[in-house]
């Protein structure tokens, strides 16, 4: 009985010593991180600790501009939410980057080289939903303005598993059946094709993370811990390129990884800052644009993914401003489309409309932008829009991002029924309301449609 006693003491003093151990621990950390705040103005070297990456987060207003360091201020709760970066040997290869690049990088970004990336840039990634799914083959989209980049990225996803991979039929079963090796398959070709359309098909150059700090902080850059340690890659074969970054796609799709910010930065440096010059035009200076204490893409950025051209407009071709100065639109149809459809927009505004090379792509995939939220519309039938007569009735297929979706939304579109139909099918499924936003979208493309949602209902 003795013995017993003894053995439960000694197990009660081991518990105790673990549970000990376990809050000095707890308390060293915490101890690491306010020793950060209080000396990190004078690093440039991010410390070696779990939140190494998210200075920049920590020292952010709502503007996206570091405020000043060592004021005492407690990490907030989105201090360690986002996971270190995966990080590459310097020895790799490639070349680093240096301050010119960073410079011009935050100019050709955000217009000066103050403003940094929100917490919600930096936490983007690109992260598929469950394989074997009914959305095996969508991108989980988060919040802010990186969420259009991962949507463009999407429509791209849906082009190379229905169009580009051999062996595969062209239906809905083959894009829910896919595996975690395929998805991956998926993403690295489609960042690739996406960089090497933007490197005039000559050269795509990709963007990861270093161990190593190659720019320092001066009175005209703030460093972001993140920007400073990039180490950029340079293909001149696509294929080449593809494969670069299949072998590091942890990269790109691991969280904490700034997936989306290295897809963006890869995109820019694939496009080259002298063609993005030649892009732009004077109502673009700039690829992003503020908006409620973050940052949102311009049509650019989005038209860059699409067309591997930053054209800051929708229109085709070049089009006189108000003051006779040259707009740049859209000069050659791309494999994506893109529609829009704006409560508030003015259908007089000519400028804004968007045109035929973007409304009629190569492929049936348009990436949409509805009242400012994007989303993804494609059709199984890739001769959907060379063969006028496909155009009498046919499916669609509806992906919004949306964490409520839970498979994508089958639409049946009937460009050729009488009014009256029309009339009575409205009738019945929207007493209240004629049309949903996506179907104004849709109608922006085929203007006399009757839109069937098989039983969903319609998305107001």
């Keep these: 009985m003795n ?9 009660s003093e081991q518990l105790d010593l673990e549970e000990i151990s376990r809050k000095i621990s707890f308390l060293d950390k915490w101890r690491q991180i306010f020793s950060y705040h209080r000396l ?17 987060d920590e020292n952010e207003d709502t503007t996206g501009i570091p405020q000043p360091k060592g004021q005492g201020h407690f990490p907030s709760s989105d201090l360690c939410s986002i996971p270190n970066p995966s990080i590459i040997s310097s020895k790799l290869g490639g070349f680093p980057i240096s301050l010119a690049m960073t410079t011009k990088l935050r100019q050709i970004l955000f217009g000066n080289t103050v403003r940094v990336f929100s917490y919600n840039w930096k936490k983007a990634y690109f992260r598929f939903h469950d394989p074997f799914s009914e959305l095996a083959f969508t991108l989980e989209v988060g919040k802010g303005g990186a969420r259009s980049i991962q949507m463009a990225v999407q429509g791209s996803i849906i082009k190379y598993l229905l169009f580009t991979r051999k062996g595969t039929a062209c239906n809905l079963v083959s894009l829910r059946e896919i595996s975690k090796k395929e998805q991956d398959q998926a993403l690295a070709a489609a960042l690739a094709g996406i960089l090497w359309a933007a490197g005039a098909a000559q050269k795509a150059t990709i963007c990861l993370v270093s161990e190593e700090t190659y720019v320092a902080s001066t009175p005209d850059y703030s460093v972001d811990n993140f920007t400073e340690r990039l180490q950029l890659f340079e293909f001149l074969e696509k294929e080449a390129a593809e494969k670069f970054i299949y072998d590091h796609l942890q990269c790109f799709r691991g969280e904490g990884s700034h997936g989306v910010i290295l897809f963006l930065y890869s995109l820019i440096f694939s496009r080259t800052f002298e063609r993005l010059q030649m892009d732009l035009d004077v109502t ?42 040259t707009l740049h639109g859209v000069l050659t149809r791309s494999d994506i489309g ?50 006028w007569k496909m155009e009498r009735r046919f499916d669609l297929y509806f992906y919004s991002g949306q964490p409520s979706q839970k498979k994508p939304v089958h639409l049946t579109i009937d460009t050729h029924s009488h009014h009256w139909e029309r009339d009575q099918q409205e009738d019945k499924h929207r007493p209240r309301q004629r049309f949903s936003p996506v179907e104004m979208a849709i109608r922006t493309k085929w203007s006399e449609a009757t839109i069937s949602w098989n039983g969903t209902v319609p998305f107001f």
């Design 284 to 325: 673009t200076t700039q690829l992003l644009q503020p908006n409620a204490g973050g940052f949102l893409c311009r049509q650019a950025v989005l038209n860059m993914i699409l067309t591997g051209r930053a054209s800051p407009h929708v229109f085709n071709g070049c089009e006189k401003g108000k003051s006779q100065e």
């Design 338 to 387: 893109y529609l829009q459809w704006g409560k508030d927009a003015s259908e007089d505004d000519r400028l804004s409309q968007v045109g035929s090379m973007l409304k009629t792509p190569k492929l049936p995939i348009w990436l949409c932008n509805i009242n400012g939220n994007y989303s993804i519309l494609f059709c199984t039938n890739r001769q959907l829009l060379s063969d």
């Design 40 to 56: 990190g103005a004078n690093n440039t070297t991010p410390q070696n600790h779990e939140c190494k990456h998210t200075s920049a």
């Design 3 to 11: 013995m017993e006693v003894s053995g439960q003491e000694q197990r």
